[in-house]
């Protein structure tokens, strides 16, 4: 075999990797496993079907908030950030961040059960938004 023939082969198989790994990341990054972000409103609107797995964001209703005293966890009420008369209800079963309160902005990831339309959170994420302002008024004064 020549040189010229050779260094073809190298850049054939180079470029058929590069191609199978690019194919590798576009389906799996659509795959079914995939998680909508949504407010609160965004996940009303759709149909059951299509908002079992979901990551909701908004803010913790002071209302109805029950603090778990057998084990970790809360329940509360996840208001929508523009329409406070929309929210939906979530059990979190796990470590409560210390910022967690009534007011504070939340991110929650899990599925909505069906049978009691509650969203059954795994995971629950505090947005501090003091320590947030405060670095942007040091950055801007």
């Not at 470029?15 to 790994?21: A, E, K, Q």
């Not at 795959?31 to 913790?60: C, I, T």
């Not at 009420?77 to 929309?86: F, G, I, Q, R, W």
Request: aromatic fraction near 8%; include cysteine.
């Amino acid at each position: 075999m020549t040189r010229t023939k050779s260094n073809k082969i190298v850049y054939l198989v180079a470029l058929l990797l590069f191609l199978g790994g690019l194919g590798w990341l576009v389906l799996s990054g659509l795959s079914e496993d995939s998680v909508y972000f949504l407010n609160v409103s965004e996940a009303l609107a759709l149909e059951p079907a299509k908002r079992e797995q979901a990551r909701l964001f908004g803010a913790v209703d002071a209302a109805d908030l029950e603090a778990d005293a057998q084990s970790l966890g809360v329940s509360f009420n996840l208001l929508d950030k523009l329409d406070h008369s929309k929210s939906i209800r979530v059990s979190y079963r796990g470590a409560v961040p210390d910022t967690f309160k009534p007011g504070v902005e939340v991110i929650v990831e899990g599925r909505f059960d069906k049978a009691s339309g509650v969203f059954t959170a795994n995971t629950l994420i505090t947005k501090c938004p003091s320590k947030y302002k405060k670095m942007n008024e040091e950055a801007q004064g």
